[in-house]
């Protein structure tokens, strides 16, 4: 299996940008759809955006279109989260997580939690209006 590590949280202000990594161990990275999940208090998790195994795909909620970009390199086992233009309202935990690949025909975005196995322990973001 597969343990995932996020990090480049912190605080930033509204306006600002961020990225976020999230460094795989374990098994090679190309063997997973990679996703973003996020998690406000009080709010159940939410999803942020996917990318196919090998990048050629990538998919966005509404929310974060046009602002984030989410990217990988599986040479490094790392996904990434550019995050720009941020708002008070991206303020959350953000969770990378991983699926396994049943095929590598496979070219779907999966956007629920439970499609996911595998989950990051989380890196905090906070944005100062």
């Known amino acids: 299996q597969v343990q995932l590590v996020e990090s480049g949280g912190g605080l930033a202000q509204a306006g600002g940008s961020l990225r976020l990594s999230c460094a795989a161990s374990?098994?090679?990275?190309?063997?997973?759809?990679m996703g973003w999940f996020r998690q406000a208090p009080g709010e159940e998790r939410e999803f942020v955006a996917t990318?196919?195994?090998?990048?050629?795909?990538?998919h966005y909620a509404d929310s974060v279109k046009g602002r984030f970009t989410i990217s990988r390199d599986n040479a490094k086992n790392t996904v990434y989260l550019q995050m720009n233009s941020l708002k008070p309202e991206d303020t959350a935990i953000y969770y990378c997580?991983?699926?396994?690949?049943?095929?590598?025909?496979?070219?779907?975005?999966?956007?629920?939690?439970?499609?996911?196995?595998?989950w990051g322990q989380g890196t905090q973001v906070t944005v100062s209006s």
């Open positions: 990318i196919t195994w090998n990048g050629g795909g990538t």
């Open positions: 997580a991983a699926r396994t690949l049943t095929s590598f025909l496979d070219a779907n975005y999966y956007t629920a939690s439970s499609d996911y196995e595998y």
């Open positions: 374990g098994r090679t990275l190309s063997r997973y759809t």
